[in-house]
């Protein structure tokens, strides 16, 4: 009943019990604790319609009866947020990574961040449980372990214990695009999906899953890694091992290599490859093309496989998406099988502090074990 409330309230106990299944008196009798210990309130009464009885008095969530703090680990900085109990941001802040990318140096700046977010505001220091901590790769959530991230380049890091012991926190670690999914599922265009989708194009290609209302992980805590699809066996070698991946085509390092290697100019950034491109350079242009057709194809693949209502786009590649984006859509139509297309794409451009909110959501998850 509070995770209803939370991802779509306020509601009527009427209308709770309808949707959840109770009886009225059940629902009644399951918000007094949550009502007593303030995490909801009673809005003033209304009518549920004109000339309608007694009127009722909506349930609604108390969004600062606790706080959460969330980190987002990326390749050169962290990323943080305190966020309400309906995830709405209440304070940010960051730090730069210095050359020392280990376990221990970045461990030591995210406690900084977290004191210097908790002390923005008594009552983030008095009422925060839980942080969330979200990074790339291969993540054991249950286990509270990094198992591999090639973004710091660690492997086998137990990263909720050494926090936990660091901050004092319940910590929850996930894979960072995992995170983000469910942030979006609960609070964003995702609401109410029982099927849903996200997918994340720049420095990586990732996607999270929807299933029956519910993020998925798999068996082995890696389900979604649509970046790892590999769709061209004589494609370039991935840094995961196979061939052909489309993180291997389609990720921002992968678009600035195969544009070096095409026009001999080993100087280029990554700006300048787009500039290249957007002049209408011959080599450039047809590089970010196959980029598309990489992501298109593998969005496609994930949608004929889960099925879901809506997948949504994000991730810092939506910059450059004027230079592949009908070439993405090009290839889903193309490789969707039948009804899966009508399928919609929604973009949605997300800075790095939502990210921040999409680790401190796992706070708000945890709440529901």
């Known amino acids: 009943m509070l995770a209803l409330l939370l991802a779509e309230g306020p509601l009527s106990r009427v209308e709770l019990a309808r949707r959840t299944g109770l009886s009225s008196t059940a ?12 995490y909801l309130h009673e809005l003033p009464p209304e009518r549920t319609a004109p000339g309608a009885g007694r009127p009722v008095n909506p349930l609604a969530v108390t969004a600062d009866r606790e706080f ?3 980190v987002k680990i990326s390749a050169d900085a962290l990323y943080g947020a305190v966020c309400d109990l309906r995830a ?21 700046l995210l406690h900084e961040l977290v004191d210097e977010l908790l002390d923005k505001r008594p009552e983030f220091r008095d009422r925060t449980r839980h942080l969330g901590i979200a990074v790339s790769g291969d993540v054991d959530r249950t286990a509270g372990r ?22 004092g926190l319940s910590v929850v670690v996930e894979n960072d695009v995992k995170a983000l999914t469910a942030a979006e599922h609960w609070f964003g265009e995702g609401i109410g999906a029982e099927y849903f989708a996200l997918v994340t194009i720049g420095a ?9 209302g519910r993020l998925i992980a798999g068996a082995y805590g890696v389900a979604g890694e649509m970046g790892h699809i590999a769709i061209d066996p004589a494609g370039p070698r991935c840094h995961c091992g196979q061939v052909g991946c489309v993180e291997a085509i389609a990720s921002t390092g992968a678009v600035l290599a195969a544009v070096r290697t095409g026009t001999g100019r080993q100087d280029l950034d990554f700006d300048a490859a787009v500039r290249l491109a957007r002049e209408g350079d011959p080599v450039a242009r047809p590089v970010f093309a196959r980029a598309g057709r990489a992501i298109g194809t593998g969005i496609a693949i994930l949608v004929n496989l889960l099925g879901p209502e809506r997948v949504v786009v994000t991730g810092e590649g939506l910059e450059t998406y004027d230079l592949f984006g009908e070439h993405i859509k090009d290839a889903y139509a193309a490789h969707c099988f039948k009804a899966a297309a009508r399928c919609p794409l929604t973009l949605r451009p997300l800075p790095w502090e939502e990210w921040a909110r999409g680790a401190a959501v796992l706070g708000i998850e ?4």
Do not use: C, H, Q
């Open 27 to 38: 629902v009644t009798k399951a918000a007094r604790p949550l009502l007593d210990d303030g």
């Open 68 to 70: 959460f703090a969330g």
């Open 88 to 108: 709405g941001m209440r304070a940010t802040a960051g730090r730069p990574l210095g050359d020392d990318r280990g376990p221990a140096a970045v461990g030591a």
């Open 146 to 167: 990094v198992r591999y991230s090639v973004l710091p380049g660690w492997r086998d890091v137990p990263l909720a214990e050494t926090t936990a012991r660091a901050t």
């Open 204 to 212: 990586g290609i990732g996607s999270g899953l929807v299933v029956n």
């Open 366 to 369: 945890a709440l529901f074990p």
